[in-house]
């Protein structure tokens, strides 16, 4: 049975840092593809990072490129992601994410995802 489970989320100022972590079982983790999404209330769930299962080959949405950074972990089978720099637009409920299939153009989606993690709020005040 597949598990994500994330942790690490938080209220935080405005320029401030916060590390997400995401505990995968039920899945050979070193061998498949991993993300998280966020989803801002009122707003579609979107594409936040990807790390694919080869090659330490990652993608970023251009709205946290050069502040977030994605991570795994494979001897605890973790998957991290480190936020600095946060903004108030980054508020929203970060989900870990196992990908079935990857963005040809690297412009990933939910259509992309096979399971979730039930998600971890992230809230960054002014």
């Known amino acids: 049975q597949v598990h994500l489970v994330e942790s690490g989320g938080g209220l935080v100022q405005a320029g401030g840092s916060l590390k997400l972590s995401c505990a995968v079982s039920?899945?050979?983790?070193?061998?498949?593809?991993l993300g998280w999404f966020r989803q801002a209330p009122g707003k579609e769930r979107e594409f936040v990072s990807v790390s694919a299962h080869y090659g330490g080959v990652t993608w970023y949405h251009d709205s946290v490129k050069g502040r977030f950074t994605i991570s795994r972990d494979n001897a605890k089978s973790t998957l991290n992601l480190q936020m600095n720099d946060l903004k108030r637009e980054d508020t929203a409920l970060y989900y870990c994410?196992?990908?079935?299939?990857?963005?040809?153009?690297?412009?990933?989606?939910?259509?992309?995802?096979?399971?979730w993690g039930q998600g971890t709020q992230v809230t960054v005040s002014s």
């Open positions: 994410a196992k990908l079935s299939t990857y963005a040809v153009d690297g412009n990933f989606s939910t259509n992309n995802v096979r399971y």
């Open positions: 039920g899945l050979p983790f070193s061998s498949v593809a």
